[in-house]
């Protein structure tokens, strides 16, 4: 039944919103730079970084690998906690550079668990960002879960409060299709409806969920 449930609360954020269009990039590495840069941020600021970088012509692997870590960081300054980002950036980069010769193209050749393992490992890349790369800059079978899809799926009742993230991309993966584009698209509708419906404090009032079971007496960062 819980393969049911998940279709049918992707087909009714569907139905509502329509396709996302997530994740915006106009290159691979630009997909990276923001999995990275979009930590604990808004995806407006990290426009903005990810425009300067454009502007100044150094959003390529090589560029951003030779560019001292402090000019990085004032690029990035719109993305927040700038300094920290920029050192991730770079550890990204550090580790390309060093093992796969700098070519993101070289990453292909890797299982998808080993990819996602070598991301883990790299300082400041955690699951949600890992899983980020993997499905939206490799097209992979990963179902990237985060805050929303938290809320989201435990307060209706799929999942227990407090499940941590590998437990709810097991959820997603075990009971839904591997079908990668309806991966990236049911990811990109729960962030629209966590974003204008089901936030800590809930808005249920329309919300394309609604009608489903639904429980409201747990609190919710």
């Excluded at 980002?85 to 070519?103: C, P």
């Excluded at 179902?143 to 307060?155: C, E, G, K, M, N």
């Excluded at 089901?198 to 960062?221: A, Q, S, V, W």
Aim: hydrophobic residues 40%.
């Amino acid at each position: 039944m819980t393969g049911k449930h998940l279709t049918e609360i992707y087909q009714l954020l569907f139905d509502r919103f329509g396709p996302q269009y997530w994740w915006p990039g106009e290159t691979r590495f630009e997909i990276i730079t923001g999995a990275i840069l979009t930590q604990n941020t808004n995806w407006a600021n990290v426009e903005k970084a990810i425009a300067n970088l454009k502007s100044a012509r150094l959003l390529t692997p090589e560029k951003l690998f030779s560019l001292e870590v402090m000019q990085l960081a004032e690029l990035i300054r719109p993305a927040g906690y700038y300094r920290l980002k920029a050192k991730r950036l770079k550890n990204f980069l550090s580790w390309l550079f060093e093992d796969y010769a700098g070519q993101l193209e070289n990453l292909e050749e890797l299982s998808t668990d080993r990819l996602r393992d070598e991301l883990l490992a790299v300082k400041g890349v955690g699951p949600e960002t890992a899983d980020s790369i993997l499905l939206y800059a490799f097209d992979r079978e990963v179902f990237v879960v985060d805050a929303y899809t938290a809320r989201i799926i435990s307060r209706h009742n799929l999942i227990e409060p407090g499940a941590d993230y590998e437990r709810l991309r097991e959820l997603f993966q075990s009971n839904m299709p591997e079908d990668i584009q309806l991966f990236k698209e049911y990811h990109a509708l729960l962030v629209r409806v966590g974003k204008e419906f089901c936030k800590p404090k809930t808005k249920c009032l329309d919300c394309p969920l609604e009608k489903l079971p639904h429980t409201l007496d747990i609190e919710y960062f």
